[in-house]
């Protein structure tokens, strides 16, 4: 029905069309723009800048060359002093290169790497022998955990940040960093199981059960079936859902901020950035190169997972 | 099946949920409880804590920054899901249609709600921001609507709206996405009926597509209210500013003066209010 287009109707069609891509992607493009623009630029409100600057994007990864240090004279002489030993010429030479000025970017994108990565695998395996037992298998209280499900997906964290603050505290976990990050990645794996166990759910039913039921007709047990059949069967499905928990802790910051604010070196990205932001060195450009560096894991992972993504999210109900 | 079997299966069943609903007890179930116990006491953040009853709440309820934030918090709910839903539903509709590059509108319509909060604020920040923003330059230098800058998000009362119009943004394409599932299942032959019955587009909107999707629509203004109402990054990264009842909480909770008691007697009030929402949705939207 809708083959007949006037010209007018097409031409109003792709105009909506333009400008609701634009609502969605304007915010993006002038991060990109801004970071990409030095700073002389900034009051120049066209998005594409006079110079392309990247020093920004250098100064994050660490592909600045070293500045020169900048030295005081009396601390000069003390180091032109032969009988300093080189150690402590070292030592000396460090109070003024490492000013506030060094961003360890790296090593936040790493934290949030590897927290994420962990929470994203821990939580798509969980959630599938969950969702296969909720799927398939007749047990006591199933129904009550199905729903169960449900509740605890629409808590959201705010309504848990006391007492699972002051839990971690009572158990000792929240004075060392280690327990800390452990604790950080349990909740992680809560804010992600019940969606993940949705997703998985929803998408178990999915697959005829012959095929399970041919398998276990020629010996295999029940879990034997489950990963060679069910497994195999759901990669696609599996990965999408791996994706979507790592993008969640990728972007988490309430948490973050609550439980790794004393441990600087092991905060992640969201958190960091903020620090970043209200920090001294809140320079527009960096901050926006930051927020592009942040967001390009997620872009790539968005293109990969894209093609399932919509249908899983709409089959298992969403969160956010 | 024998009996043996059912045993079996549903052992089976137990072992596999164990891990997942042990986490999910422990750590969602268990804190539900502890944050009603902790709101009868004087919570400090080194864990230390003494009863005082209903101290918390009677407090609580003789303090005008709570009706403050549930005030702000009402007009951000009311903002942002009338706005995704409204939007989501145009989106949908359009996205629809069959077009060049539809695939590629798709995608980037949905990157706003995968793309880290953290990273989109600063984006939005900058937009608004008073000396380089694009804001300020199209309404003051090109528009001439008014003739000072302003500073939209340092303002507690712009800045409420600045936060909707992001929230309405960063969101609305879930509800697009749960729309236009549903707008596929649509039978085309009631758009062709209705059009041999000589309804124009926009009849045929209101008189197959609405109703068609009118427990779409609940589905999506129900569930809004539910994150929305506990929403606490967005707010807090894009404006601090605007205390939303959650930010409320979290200043009660981890800033200023301490006072955990205070904010576990908020969580408990809120949890009252999420309950019964949940209970709608589960009577309700499940049920159809």
Redesign the interface.
Known sequence: MMNKRTPLQSVTLYALVLALVIFCVFPFLQILSTSLKHPIDWGNPSLIPRIVHLDAYKELLGLMPAKEVDVPASIQRLLDNPALSAEKKQMLLAKFSSGGDVFPFGRYMLNTFVISFITGICSTFLASLAAYAIARLRFPAQSLMANGVLFVYMVGGVLLMVPLYQMSVNVGLASSAGGTIFSLFLIYLIQTLPVAMYMLGNYFRTIPFSLEEAAMMDGCSRVEAFWRIIMPLSKPMLFTVFIYCFVIAWNEYLFASVFLKQYQDFHTLPLALQTLFTSKNAIWDRIMAASMLTLLPVIICFMLANRHLSGGLTDGGVKG | MSSVL?K???????K??A???G??GL??????L??LY?SFFD?Q???SKTFVGLNNYTELLGNPRYYHSIGVSVIYLIGTVIGTTVLGLA?AI??N???RFRNL????????????????V???Q??FDP??G?YN??VVDVLHLTNERENLIGNPDSALFVVILFDI?K?F??AY??F??KLQSVP?DL??AA?IDGQNPWGRFWHVTLPELRFVIATVVL?RV??N?????DV??LAPNVETL?IF??YQ??AGIVD?GA??AI?VI??LV?VGL?WL??RKV?KW
């Open positions: 059912i079996n299966e549903s052992r089976l069943g137990l596999l949920v891990p997942a609903v986490i999910i750590l969602v179930i268990y804190p539900i502890f944050n902790l919570v953040l080194n864990g989106a359009l996205m249609q069959t077009f509108a798709r995608g980037l319509i949905l990157l706003p709600y995968f793309a880290p909060v953290i990273s989109v600063f984006g939005w900058f937009i000396v380089n694009i330059h199209v943004w969101h394409p879930i996405l749960l236009l599932a085309k758009y062709e059009a569930l539910i994150w109402l506990n929403r606490f990054e807090y990264l959650p909480t979290y909770a981890f955990q904010a576990a969580s809120q949890l999420l949940i949705y589960v499940l």
